[in-house]
């Protein structure tokens, strides 16, 4: 069974920041997004499950790119996967991951610059 | 004068994260940003410059926001200022922040989901 994911609370997050101000509550939800993201690893491991054929990737893809241990490569996953980043689903041997679009797309939208309003 | 930023190695950076994996060299340099972004008071200062009318702010017009000390802010817009993420020009009594709207279009455009390729 996939381990259930913790609720991000991104439904409603965010309009573009250069649209309006986020509120403290938003702030907070993105942050820990951002604060997942803001490792190399935890960056080149979610390109490589994002592109990876099929849209999934197993352990055995991942570790042959890094010259880390098993369970290093494991605490990197499972702060993804807590940010609600990515999914794992075990299916016989092997934990297959995958990323959700859904979150990438929202954090893609946030950051979309764009024209600031002019002066009254 | 303007403050001359770091100059922060985006030029080239990057293909979607769900088109191709990151270098460990973009990796690391998009791990900067969203470091910098990893802070709920950084990210609220991020959206109040971005989308403050003309888009610029004057940390005049930030500090009300917040609960948090003069100089707490100026640390925070000193991680963003270093990062790349805004520029600061001080004109007469103020320092004037703005965005670098390039910045935040390449971040945005990594992190749009793509179609993961078929498997061969």
Do not use: N
């Not at 381990?3 to 991000?8: A, C, F, G, N, S």
């Not at 609370?9 to 939800?29: F, I, K, T, Y």
């Amino acid at each position: 069974m996939p381990k259930q994911l913790p609720v991000v609370a991104m439904d409603a997050c965010c309009s573009p920041l250069a649209r309006e101000p986020l509120s403290e509550d938003q702030a907070v939800e993105l942050s820990k997004l951002f604060k997942a993201m803001a490792d190399p690893v935890r960056l080149r491991l979610l390109s490589l499950i994002a592109s990876h054929a099929g849209g999934e990737a197993c352990v055995c893809d991942l570790t042959d790119a890094f010259d880390l241990t098993g369970p290093t490569i494991s605490h990197h996953l499972k702060v993804l996967r807590e940010s609600g980043l990515i999914t794992g689903e075990r299916r016989g041997t092997w934990v297959y991951y995958r990323v959700h679009p859904e979150v990438l797309a929202r954090l893609s939208a946030v950051l979309v610059p764009g024209d600031a309003p002019v002066p009254a």
